[in-house]
């Protein structure tokens, strides 16, 4: 049993509290901060449930947890989330997460805990992950700030955190507060995020109105105004529909994680996440090669896209924060299930794996996203910094 939090929790956020938080270094640059760690990252001597009643492969400890300890972070218990991270609402098999200033909305997800410990000040800055949007989309609903790293970030270790998809898993921050993003980023790497100039910048802006209610049209257009007075030049882009290829891959890896727990006769996941992976069994070999081939195209189509723009603003979310058990949401003329909705608008980032950064646009609960060519992150934080006024 976890041991209950010192304060309140009808979000049910908390997987895990300990007698003690583990404290960080006295001194180090990020010396007085406190930290959430999503119940994915193995910490020692805390226990890995993922949110789910299904055994788990062993971890070893997650490296960037120890070195957030190092640098002076604490660490105070482990968040919830959408189980296994295989989802974007934040259900799970202990009740799922509820939105923190509406209960009876979704949190988003999969990193659905740490998104709410950082709305309600609860830590200084929460650790998730990001398979398809699991940082961006809760951040985007939550109303704080997320920061998916270029794939393989140095900084940002998926060592020692239990894999959705390995192809696709980042590790990153989420905080309510964006200069607290660049003091974990700037104490990990070592180097200063300078302020950049938005003048002259070519922005791709991805508004594909067809999957976006009127909400999420307003959140993009009110922050591609914005951008327009920092003196960026706008221009229409688009993208297809990547799912074809990430709903493959995801699958596939994620079987193969839990292949063990999938061998037993009641393997324990949800009714739901079982449903998933047995599907992602049956998959053939050829179905599998042709989703990674699919994937190459994809990124060839982005990398040339960033021939032709610098920087990319898109959505995150379709809609507002949905109801808690909510199915389908309407967008426009259509009638959409609302996993596929969210997914689309976020896959083509993670599955790619270049860094985006998921900021609040001005419309309560739907934020939006700036994505910048791979391994561009300090320009990209850069730009946000002195788009929110930082010196």
């Given at each position: 049993?976890?041991?209950?939090?010192?304060?309140?929790?009808?979000?049910?956020?908390?997987?895990?509290?300990?007698?003690?938080?583990?404290?960080?270094?006295?001194?180090?640059?990020?010396?007085?901060?406190?930290?959430?760690?999503?119940?994915?990252?193995?910490?020692?001597?805390?226990?890995?449930?993922?949110?789910?009643?299904?055994?788990?492969?062993?971890?070893?400890?997650?490296?960037?947890?120890?070195?957030?300890?190092?640098?002076?972070?604490?660490?105070?218990?482990?968040?919830?989330?959408?189980?296994?991270?295989?989802?974007?609402?934040?259900?799970?098999?202990?009740?799922?997460?509820?939105?923190?200033?509406?209960?009876?909305?979704a949190a988003g997800g999969s990193s659905s805990?740490?998104?709410?410990?950082?709305?309600?000040?609860?830590?200084?800055?929460?650790?998730?992950?990001?398979?398809?949007?699991?940082?961006?989309?809760?951040?985007?609903?939550?109303?704080?700030?997320?920061?998916?790293?270029?794939?393989?970030?140095?900084?940002?270790?998926?060592?020692?955190?239990?894999?959705?998809?390995?192809?696709?898993?980042?590790?990153?921050?989420?905080?309510?507060?964006?200069?607290?993003?660049?003091?974990?980023?700037?104490?990990?790497?070592?180097?200063?995020?300078?302020?950049?100039?938005?003048?002259?910048?070519?922005?791709?802006?991805?508004?594909?109105?067809?999957?976006?209610?009127?909400?999420?049209?307003?959140?993009?257009?009110?922050?591609?105004?914005?951008?327009?007075?920092?003196?960026?030049?706008?221009?229409?882009?688009?993208?297809?529909?990547?799912?074809?290829?990430?709903?493959?891959?995801?699958?596939?890896?994620?079987?193969?994680?839990?292949?063990?727990?999938?061998?037993?006769?009641?393997?324990?996941?949800?009714?739901?996440?079982?449903?998933?992976?047995?599907?992602?069994?049956e998959l053939t070999p050829s179905q599998v090669q042709?989703?990674?081939?699919?994937?190459?195209?994809?990124?060839?189509?982005?990398?040339?896209?960033?021939?032709?723009?610098?920087?990319?603003?898109?959505?995150?979310?379709?809609?507002?924060?949905?109801?808690?058990?909510?199915?389908?949401?309407?967008?426009?003329?259509?009638?959409?299930?609302?996993?596929?909705?969210?997914?689309?608008?976020?896959?083509?980032?993670?599955?790619?794996?270049?860094?985006?950064?998921?900021?609040?646009?001005?419309?309560?609960?739907?934020?939006?996203?700036?994505?910048?060519?791979?391994?561009?992150?300090?320009?990209?934080?850069?730009?946000?910094?002195?788009?929110?006024?930082?010196?």
């Amino acid at each position: 049993m976890s041991t209950p939090p010192a304060f309140p929790d009808p979000q049910r956020a908390w997987a895990y509290r300990p007698p003690q938080p583990l404290r960080g270094a006295a001194t180090g640059p990020l010396a007085g901060l406190t930290f959430s760690v999503k119940d994915l990252f193995a910490v020692e001597g805390w226990p890995l449930r993922a949110s789910t009643r299904a055994p788990l492969p062993l971890m070893v400890p997650s490296p960037l947890v120890l070195r957030l300890l190092d640098l002076g972070g604490t660490a105070v218990g482990k968040t919830h989330l959408h189980e296994i991270a295989m989802g974007i609402l934040g259900a799970n098999a202990y009740g799922g997460t509820r939105h923190p200033a509406l209960p009876d909305h979704a949190a988003g997800g999969s990193s659905s805990g740490a998104a709410v410990s950082a709305a309600l000040r609860q830590v200084d800055f929460a650790l998730g992950t990001d398979t398809g949007g699991s940082i961006r989309v809760p951040a985007a609903w939550c109303g704080v700030y997320g920061y998916k790293p270029t794939k393989n970030h140095p900084a940002w270790p998926t060592t020692g955190v239990l894999p959705l998809s390995p192809t696709c898993d980042h590790a990153g921050p989420l905080a309510a507060d964006f200069g607290t993003i660049l003091r974990v980023q700037e104490a990990l790497t070592g180097a200063a995020i300078t302020p950049q100039d938005w003048s002259g910048l070519k922005v791709g802006i991805w508004q594909p109105a067809d999957w976006l209610d009127p909400q999420a049209q307003a959140a993009v257009q009110g922050m591609a105004r914005r951008l327009e007075e920092a003196g960026a030049a706008l221009h229409s882009i688009s993208l297809p529909d990547m799912l074809d290829a990430y709903s493959v891959i995801v699958g596939h890896e994620a079987a193969q994680v839990h292949a063990d727990a999938l061998a037993l006769a009641d393997p324990g996941f949800s009714p739901d996440v079982l449903t998933k992976l047995r599907a992602a069994q049956e998959l053939t070999p050829s179905q599998v090669q042709a989703a990674y081939t699919r994937r190459e195209e994809y990124r060839t189509q982005l990398a040339k896209l960033f021939g032709q723009v610098d920087l990319l603003l898109a959505p995150v979310v379709p809609t507002s924060p949905p109801l808690i058990g909510q199915e389908e949401v309407q967008l426009g003329r259509e009638t959409a299930n609302l996993r596929p909705a969210v997914l689309r608008l976020n896959v083509p980032f993670s599955m790619l794996g270049v860094p985006a950064v998921a900021l609040p646009s001005g419309v309560d609960w739907v934020g939006v996203q700036l994505i910048a060519p791979w391994g561009q992150d300090p320009w990209l934080l850069g730009l946000v910094r002195a788009l929110l006024g930082g010196d």
